[in-house]
C-alpha cells in the first residue's frame, strides 16, 4: 500500500545561503556596437536610469543578506555593467574570461586585477575565448559539484576542457544553437545547490538531451519566458531575483517553492542582458 504523508505533499522548504557576489554599474552604458540581436545601436539608452534601476537591483542583493563587491567602471566599455561575463570562479579559483569581440577585450583585465588583489582567490588565465559566467555555470550538489557550460557563439569548446583542468570539475559542454540567446545565462539558470531551470529550444537536439539526463526535475521555461530573459536570474537558493518582464515565470518558480523577488531592468536589456548577466557569484 502506498501512503502518502502530509509532509511528501508540501514543496521542498527552499533555503537560502549567503552569496558573495561581484558588480559594476553602467556609469558608461550605451549601445553604440552590435554584438548580439538584442542591440540596436539606433535606440535611445537612458544611461541615468539604467544606473537607477542597477542601483535598486544591488540594494536588493543586500538587502537579501549577500556581500556584494563592486568594479569601478571604465569609459569606453559600456558593457562592463555585465559583470557575470569576466570570470568563472568555483572553490576559490578564478578562471579569468578572454572576451569574444574587440569591443570588450580590455574588461577581461579590470576583472584580473581585482581577483590578484585578493587573497581568497587564485586567478588562473585563460588562453581560449570564454565569457566567464555568460557561459559557464557551477551546481555544488548536483552529481558531486559540476559545471554547465555553453558554446556556439561566445566561448570555445575549448575553453570548456581549460575550465575543467583550471578548476578540477567535471565540465558538461552544451551547445547553443538560437542567436538569441547567445550566452548559457539566458538559456539556463541554477536555481540551488542541486537543480536548474532552462529554455530546451536554445540547446540543440543532443544538448537538451544530456541536460535531461543529469537534470530529470528542472523547471521548464518556454519560448516567451526566454525571451523575457527570466531565465537571466540569480538565486540564494530560495529568493530568485528576476526582472518584472518575467511574471509568468516568477509564478513557475513560485510553484516550485522558490520565493521570486522582481526588478526592473528594462534599460539594461538594450545590451542583451539582465538580472544575471549584471552578477558574477564569487564562490571562496
Ligand atoms: N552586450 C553584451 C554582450 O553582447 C551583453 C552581455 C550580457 N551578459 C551576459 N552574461 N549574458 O556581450
Redesign the pocket.
Known sequence: MLIVTERDLTPTARRPRPRTYLMCAPEHFVVEYA??PW?DTTAPVDTALAVKQWDVLRQTMVDLGHTVHVLTPQAGLP?MV?A??GGFVVDGVAYGAKFR?PQ?ADEAAAHRAFYESRDEYSFVAPTQIN?G??DFAYLPDAHGGIALAGYGFRTEPAAHAEAAEALGRPVISLKLVDPRF??L??ALTVLDDENIAYYPGAFSEASQKVIAQLFPNAVIADEADALAFAL?LVSDGRNVVINTESTAFADKLTAAGYHPVLVDLAELKK???SV??CIAELRD
Open positions: 554584438i548580439n542591440m558593457d555585465f557575470a561575463n569581440y570588450r565569457e559566467e555568460g547567445y550566452h545565462d539566458v537571466n545590451g542583451g542582458g544575471k548577466c
